[in-house]
């Protein structure tokens, strides 16, 4: 049976906690494109890394 895991330890938080981190670090940028930043900081192994520690397999 699967179960989900408690909600502090979902992906998606897991990388809304990390755009949000790299929005407070860049905060002096007043533009619209350190949005688009903070999004692709988040790369396709850091995203598996976020689903591996989720306790999801990958």
């Known amino acids: 049976m699967f179960t989900d ?3 502090h330890h979902k992906p998606r ?3 809304f906690s ?5 929005l407070q670090c860049s905060w002096q940028e007043k ?3 350190i949005i688009d930043q903070a ?3 988040i790369t396709p192994s850091k995203a598996a890394g ?3 520690a989720s306790g ?3």
């Open 56 to 58: 999801y397999i990958v």
């Open 13 to 15: 938080c897991t990388a």
């Open 5 to 7: 895991p408690p909600p």
């Open 31 to 33: 533009t619209l494109s």
């Open 50 to 52: 976020y689903f591996k």
């Open 39 to 41: 999004c692709h900081n």
């Open 18 to 22: 990390s755009i949000k981190a790299f």
